[in-house]
């Protein structure tokens, strides 16, 4: 049987109608490449894999058997797979006509291309801003959610950490790292850089990755000309605790990792404080904003006694 051109791994969690509308996208945008699909799922308590099982065949399934997080799942299905290239993508996508094909054929194209990811659309279409300058102390203040890029989206030191937003028409350009929302990796480069680091849970995991396949001198490249629609919340608020502390957890595992890995480093204690120390803000933030809107109870009904 001739080799996938394309691998792609999907993890689930508890998101079927996702996943049924993003399947039907990977499959109608084809137009020459091979693909082969592996679902990871991540113990769903929904029927996930008995629609999959009974609606797409085709599709490989790895029960994980506990929520393991992004990282593992993906791994776990990069490990069965065998496509040449291999595309992380995320269940609340959808995938435009042609895209894999061109980003297949720009990988192909490009021997030194390291990793190559398409231009993420907001479902209004506008860009998402996910092909980006490696993260620094100031992407806390200018980065795609933060409240100055809301507030003054055109400003200078956004666009400067935003690279995506500064890039016009359908001509490629490489950056520093993309989304792990839609991510393409050849399968030699993940063979020598080693797959997903599975100390990430969620979040974070894609700037390590592109990090590592960076540090081998290849490129990490943003193809507009391929778009993929990310149904993704513009906004942190409204994250269960969970997701807000892995997301602050990863950014700590990050900085650990790439900037600071000598344990003596002050600076590392003093990013991983406050880190943690902004997770427990918007937690409680959070929490505060859900009592202030809960509805309030329906009044009793008054009763009048009769004679």
């Not at 409240?147 to 055109?154: A, D, E, N, V």
């Not at 950014?251 to 404080?273: C, D, E, F, S, V």
Request: proline content about 8%; hydrophobic content about 45%.
């Amino acid at each position: 049987m001739p080799r996938p051109d394309l691998t792609v791994c999907l993890v689930a969690y508890n998101c079927r109608e996702d996943l049924v509308r993003c399947a039907r996208s990977i499959y109608d945008s084809l137009k020459e490449i091979s693909v082969e699909v592996v679902l990871a799922d991540n113990a769903s308590s929904d029927d996930v894999l008995e629609v999959f099982r009974r609606d797409w065949p085709q599709v490989r399934l790895v029960e994980m058997g506990e929520n393991a997080g992004f990282a593992k799942a993906n791994n776990a299905g990069i490990e069965v797979s065998s496509g040449r290239h291999v595309l992380l993508l995320n269940p609340d996508t959808e995938v435009h006509p042609g895209a894999l094909d061109e980003m297949v054929a720009f990988a192909d194209a490009h021997p030194g291309a390291g990793a190559v990811a398409p231009r993420l659309l907001n479902p209004d279409l506008t860009d998402q801003g996910t092909a980006r300058a490696f993260p620094t102390a100031a992407a806390a203040l200018f980065g795609r959610r933060s409240p100055l890029t809301r507030m003054f989206p055109g400003n200078r030191w956004s666009k400067k950490f935003l690279i995506g937003l500064e890039a016009r028409g359908e001509a490629p350009f490489e950056v520093d790292w993309v989304s792990g929302a839609c991510l393409m990796v050849p399968r030699e480069v993940v063979t020598e850089v080693g797959p997903l680091d599975e100390d990430f849970f969620m979040h974070w995991e894609d700037a390590e990755w592109c990090h590592r396949i960076k540090s081998t001198g290849r490129g990490v490249w943003a193809v507009p000309g391929a778009q993929v629609v990310h149904h993704e919340g513009g906004s942190r608020r409204g994250w269960p605790p969970a997701q807000v502390w892995h997301f602050h957890h990863g950014a700590y595992l990050y900085w650990k990792k790439t900037q600071a890995p000598n344990p003596l480093n002050p600076l590392r204690w003093l990013a991983g404080a406050a880190l943690m120390a902004r997770a427990a803000l918007i937690i409680a933030r959070d929490s505060l904003l859900r009592r202030v809107r809960r509805p309030a109870p329906e009044p009793v009904p008054s009763t009048i006694a009769s004679r």
